[in-house]
């Protein structure tokens, strides 16, 4: 009986690995994608990972509330944390002093020990040794080895805790004033100069940058009338980070646009939120949800980026609750039904429903 031939193919797999991230903040995820933490790690979760790299992220704000300046505080902070170079504009005349109000990442126990004053540590580290010299002999413990802390890929962040001022004064941080200009082609020529060092290459991600624009279209700048201007800067700096290592979020007021233009901004984010206040006094909504008088607003996932792959990201809720605990910790929740009469409460919101527990993760900002 003759051999079985063994049947070959002109078509082999790529076995290609996308380059394994050495930088902090980033992680690698399905595909060869490479993600870079939003700051939340609620939202991390939610998007799958996080930002991924080249992904243009848009933001609609809602115009009784600020909400939307909470995502972009912790993804600024994230980044400054990891030391990843950040250009940020904003519509006021001083962009740098928002830098002030950025969040600082909460440490851990052993953490908070270690990045004590050096000078502290000295003075506790020779009032050890000298009572307890005769315990360590000539082996005195060394209290500066642990000082380079490990940043997470993403933290968590005390809303009431500012930054640290040595991360402020980075030389990687590029603010802009978007107020003056009658035209955005200094934006665009800022954007791309910054986001010229972030060329991606085979070999593996030393650095990622990150783009944050506030409250694009603003009435107090004046361009906010050119709306087919500001599409084209929005295609352009979409074009620009595709191939770059690199995200943008611009976040942007829908209702100071018209009905088309929204549409089109809409349209072409990779991965589009939306924040939305809730009113103090709301009943028919407060006994229609548990945990009402906590929540602060809602976070709606439009759209997820999908790069290097076909398949659409099928999220499990696309709606979640903004909560606020003791002030400072932020809690994404899915919505979940108050219970009627004296059911059990387990049914859930016609906007999604989350497996197991409705929490998804304690955000400290």
Known sequence: MAAMKTRMSSFSRNTSVAPAPQAPGLKSGPNGTIFLSSGIPDLDKILGGGFPLGSLVMVMEDTEAPHHMLLLRNFMSQGL????PLLYASPS??????LGTLPSPVLSKDDRSHNRDPEQLQEKGLRIAWQYKKYFGEHQPNFDSHRDT???YC????????LERHFLTAQNICC???QD????????????KFLAQFSRNNSSISCAGRVAIQSFCAPQCEYSNMEWDMLSFIRSLKGMIRDLNAVAVITFPPSLLSPSSSKRWQHIADTLLSVKAIPDEDKELANLLTGYQDM???LNVHKVANVNTQVPVILEATTFSIKLQKRRYLVLECLNQAPVDGSSGSSYASTGSCS???KTGTLDF
């Open 176 to 178: 802009l004033s978007i």
């Open 93 to 98: 005349k001083d962009p740098r002093a928002f």
């Open 155 to 162: 933290n968590d962040f005390d809303l009431r805790k500012p």
């Open 150 to 152: 490990k940043h997470e």
């Open 81 to 84: 944390v990891h030391n990843q």
């Open 181 to 192: 200009p009658p035209n955005l082609a200094a934006l665009r020529d800022c954007c791309a």
């Open 296 to 298: 602060v607003g809602l």
């Open 356 to 358: 197991g527990s409705t």
